[in-house]
Nanobody, 119 residues
């Protein structure tokens, strides 16, 4: 059974940093596109950053230059290094794993980790 377990969330002051991690199990991690999404209160879940199996990355414009996604296929871990955090980064952050086999797409989510940016 697939599990994605996030960690690293918490309370941080504006301008501070956090590093989120997501450890995957029960999945062929190396073939997955891994992503971090977030959902703020009253808002829809949005993509923050994604990294493909080949290591290509993409970011939502609002985090470019401040947030970096990376992966370790040996440790089956995807990380999100967040610097220069702003109050508007406050949200629950979710790890996502996605892969395709033929015409089928498989999509898995973690339980989320809360990030609160506040003074």
């Amino acid at each position: 059974q697939v599990q994605l377990v996030e960690s690293g969330g918490g309370l941080v002051q504006p301008g501070g940093s956090l590093r989120l991690s997501c450890v995957a199990s029960g999945i062929i991690f190396s073939i997955c596109t891994m992503g971090w999404y977030r959902q703020a209160p009253g808002k829809q879940r949005e993509l923050v950053a994604v990294i493909t199996s080949g290591g290509s990355t993409n970011y939502v414009d609002s985090v470019k230059g401040r947030i970096t996604i990376s992966r370790d296929n040996v440790k089956k871990t995807v990380s999100l290094q967040m610097n220069s955090l702003k109050p508007e980064d406050t949200a629950v952050y979710y790890c996502n794993a996605q892969y395709e086999i033929g015409a089928a797409t498989y999509d898995f989510w973690g339980q989320g980790t809360q990030v609160l940016v506040s003074s």
